[in-house]
């Protein structure tokens, strides 16, 4: 017996208040640490070697701060600019060759998508840059009250209380994004519902697909903004960090986050831009393509396209999964603390599994519950309520699976990074040679999993059992973003410990933390990129549903000719992203190169850094406009492929396009994201004293830095972007779908030849 419609608006209404609540809980929590006023500004009184002093926090906050805020409302307006031109396109071409209500109201719901993404993004932003300081803080009043309560220094409340900072900091992204989301995709499918004021009734199926295949333009807009998001956010950080890494470590031998090196700022507004803003732009993204992928498909079922509870399917399950993940975070801020940097990273890890473990029953009984006993949907004619349960549910276990592999293969706790990490004694060659292999190495199991996974769900409940199975991996969303977003806050926080000369204990505390941070940011991308596969697998399904294409067939030539190119784009996409780092990392190496060479020197000959002054915003400025200007080509490259193959060439064509980028780019993602990763934890195990007789400065070190410079535009740039090139490929196609010629027809290009 399926449940009353009035109890999806109280799941739905209760989930988004709660967690919104939540957030707003979690951010006074973290607003009640007061930084120091003009009158107490934290100044460290010992001189550096060569007579420089350290900066005040609040300086540093505040430089961090207007850097982020100043790219993020320049790349915001050029969003502004596309949301319009693209919004009019899809209202002119789906206007004028389906129906101007699809045009109109596509267009609406790509404009709402994308204003949310951008909501979301930005709030999680400011909370970062809002929350890095006040961890440092944290850190080092803990220091500071282990030391005074036991002779020789205890880091155990110093971790806890940064620990603690830096997770509710992340938690108010990751609660906030999904809460948004979700309430604002329940208003806008009642807003519309006010024209298809027949959807959902009996004998009116084509009212509720034409609605569907509307709404379907929220998740367009949401993963538009993530591309541009990522792309650019992942083109700033790693110019940043590559021109600091070279120029400021390498060459003139400074430390971590030195505040001498000019763009050590511009390194640190990077980790908030690409990393926060532009990954919750990214699972937003597959939040609202899996909830559109599910209800486009479900409105074609002749049992289900009625049952309001069984088309907001995953409306419910998101609602569910918030409350999940809000008793999930008590286990970390209230029932095990962390008071050990052994305690940090199983702490992130018990998130996952604790949280998918509760979501487990309430999955089952949500099934129960929102589907009738038997129903027919996509190709399966006789599907039991119970086989969605383990539909979501080999989506669900499959993402915690992919998560711990991919700390497996990140975290320098287990055998694989120590492995690269001694490579590096022999030099950056065959640091390089491990990573590689490691990274190509890590994409087995995920693979399997997810083939697995959509085995199962297929053989099931068809193309409807796929995209449950991605709606089963975003179910814990909050919690992945949490423990994602709390990686950039630690970064930061230990770039500010540095910069502000607070006690050696206290950057041991943010340094335990920050690599922690890698590892669970790993995790994250892992998660993206498998619920990606399956998102995009669906999407792929309700576009072929929609287009009424049965088969892809790789002895077709067009089909065939389609899967080769569409798997060559991300080769061709990762090229772009890769080079536009390169072009923008040049510039800041030569910046930093500049303005040492303005440095005084001493009577020795030495440069003199006590009478020098790092000109940040410059390094900031360079950053901004390399991410804006090289950030529109590769965006191009993967907007455009679809439509103009849909229309030039057909939709069977396309279909094969779109199979070829999908497979070619979770592979790609997966070992690109991984090996960056590896690289960036063999360096700080390095730097921790893990590998006997080397440490900082040694040539072991210098061999990992290289390895990890290398790798930061793959596990930043390229590899999460795309998982975000595969979605939006699909979601345009399905988006657009309508509008393009018909199978009998065949694209433009096809019609001429025939003529």
Known sequence: MVVADSAVAVLVIVGGIVGLLTAAWFTVQVAKIQLPTADHLIHNQDQREDGEFHYDIVTIAGAIADGANAFLYQEYQVLGIFMVLFGVLLLVLLGSVNSWANGVFASIAFLIGASTSIACGFLGMRVAVFTNSRTALQAQRG?????????????????????????????????????????????????????????????????????????????????????????????????????????????????????????????NVGDNVGDIAGMGADLFGSFAESSCAAMVISAQSPDLYYLWPSMAFPLVITASGIIICLLTSFVATHLIKVRDCKDVEPSLKRQLL??????????????????????????????????????????????????????????????????????????????????????????????????????????????????????????????????????????????????????????????????????????????????????????????????????????????????????????????????????????????????????????????????????????VAISTKAALREMIAPGALVMLSPIIVGFFFGVEMLAGLLAGALVSGVQIAISAANTGGAWDNAKKYIEAGGLQGHRKGSDAHKAAVVGDTVGDPLKDTSGPSLNILIKLMAIISLVFAPAFPSIEKGGLLVQLSRA
């Open 354 to 619: 604790v949280s998918t473990f509760l979501m487990t029953p309430v999955v089952f009984v949500l099934c129960w519950y929102f589907f009738p006993e038997t129903f027919a949907v996509s190709t399966k004619s006789s599907v039991k309520n119970w086989h969605i349960f383990f539909c979501v549910c080999s989506g669900l276990w499959s993402g915690l699976i992919i998560g711990y592999v991919t700390e497996y293969y990140t975290s320098h706790s287990y055998a694989p990074v120590r492995e690269v990490s001694n490579a590096c004694t022999s030099g950056a060659a065959t640091n390089i040679i491990m990573g590689l292999a490691l990274g190509y190495k890590s994409v087995i199991v995920p693979v399997f999993c997810l083939a697995i996974t959509i085995y199962i769900s297929y053989s099931l409940a068809g193309m409807y059992g796929i995209a449950v199975a991605a709606l089963g991996i975003l179910s814990t969303l909050a919690t992945g973003l949490t423990i994602d977003s709390y990686g950039p806050i630690c970064d930061n926080a230990g770039g500010i410990a540095e910069m502000t000369g607070m006690p050696e204990d206290v950057r041991t505390v943010t340094d335990a933390l920050d690599a922690a941070g890698n590892t669970t940011a790993a995790i994250g991308k892992g998660f993206a990129i498998g619920s990606a596969a399956l998102v995009s697998l669906a999407l792929f399904g309700a576009f072929v549903t929609t287009v009424k294409l049965t088969t892809v067939d790789i002895l077709s030539p067009f089909q065939f000719a389609g899967l080769l190119v569409g798997a060559m784009l991300p080769y061709w996409f990762t090229a772009m992203t890769m080079k536009s780092v390169g072009i923008a990392a040049l510039a800041m190496v030569d910046e930093v190169r500049r303005q040492f060479s303005t440095c005084p020197v001493d009577a020795h000959g030495n440069k003199d850094f006590s009478r020098y002054q790092a000109d940040y915003k410059t390094c």
């Open 143 to 267: 220091v500071l009250e282990g030391s005074q309560g036991r002779s020789g220094g205890d880091l155990a409340k110093g971790y806890e209380y940064a620990f603690d900072t830096s997770f509710k900091g992340g938690a108010v992204m990751g609660f906030t994004l999904v809460s948004l989301g979700l309430l604002v995709l329940y208003i806008v499918i009642n807003l519309f519902k006010l024209y298809y004021s027949n959807a959902f009734s009996n004998g009116y199926q084509e009212d509720t697909k034409e609605m569907f295949e509307s709404i379907a333009g929220y998740g367009l807009g949401g993963s538009s903004v993530a591309l541009f998001g990522r792309v650019g956010g992942g083109i700033y950080t790693k110019a940043a960090d590559v021109g600091a890494d070279l120029a400021g470590k390498v060459e003139a031998g400074l430390k971590e986050d030195d505040p001498r090196n000019p763009a050590v700022i511009a390194d």
